[in-house]
């Protein structure tokens, strides 16, 4: 789908010049394609022939603190790369919001599946047994990343991570709140 089919809410031609000046040997085109079925941070296939990239981006307009995050997104990818956690090439980031009106990174396109149901309809049990446990593998791997030695030392703060969760997701609620709702009182 073209840039000019799509209801977009930055200018598709200042993002295309930006591509083009970051990422080298595109020919072509630039195509946008959004993808539907994400949770927060708007997402677009982005290809020029037979270049294919994606692109996450905030969403526009004012977002909480701490939330939608790409930065942090585009920073650990790009401190997993070459470890045991298979990760895309990050290709660019960029916090220059003249460019689409938010911070967004732009990495290679990974060829695969996206299941928006964890329950995995229509993948018979046999190969559910095998992704559920190549997940687990695949976190256990994570876990075992020196995020340290791989220039995350300084990320986040060590310590009390649960109880700064429910303080920052109270706040949220607060902020975001547009009615009454007794039962997320009493859990906060």
């Known amino acids: 789908m073209s840039p000019g089919g799509l209801n977009l809410d930055f200018e598709a031609s ?9 990422v080298g040997g595109l020919s072509g085109d630039m195509l946008l394609e959004p993808i539907g079925g994400g949770q927060s941070n708007p997402t677009f296939f982005v290809s020029y022939g037979q270049r294919q990239m994606v692109l996450r981006k905030q969403p526009p307009g004012p ?5 939608h995050a790409v930065d942090r997104e585009h920073r650990v990818m790009a401190a997993l790369k070459d470890s045991a956690v298979p990760v895309p090439e990050m290709l660019a980031y960029c916090d220059d919001r003249s460019v689409i009106g938010t911070p967004f990174y732009l990495m290679s396109r990974v060829q695969g599946r996206v299941f928006g149901d964890c329950a995995l309809p229509g993948v018979d049990p046999q190969h559910r047994r095998q992704m559920y446990l190549a997940m687990a593998e695949m976190l256990a791997k994570l876990h075992q990343v020196d995020w340290q030695g791989r220039g995350l030392g300084d990320y986040g703060r ?3 991570y649960f109880a700064r969760q429910v303080r920052r997701w109270t706040q949220q609620w607060a902020q975001s709140r547009v009615h009454d709702v007794p039962q997320i009182d009493r859990l906060a």
């Open 158 to 160: 060590a310590g009390d």
């Open 14 to 22: 200042a993002l295309d010049g930006w591509i083009r000046h970051q």
């Open 63 to 67: 977002v909480l603190p701490s939330a």
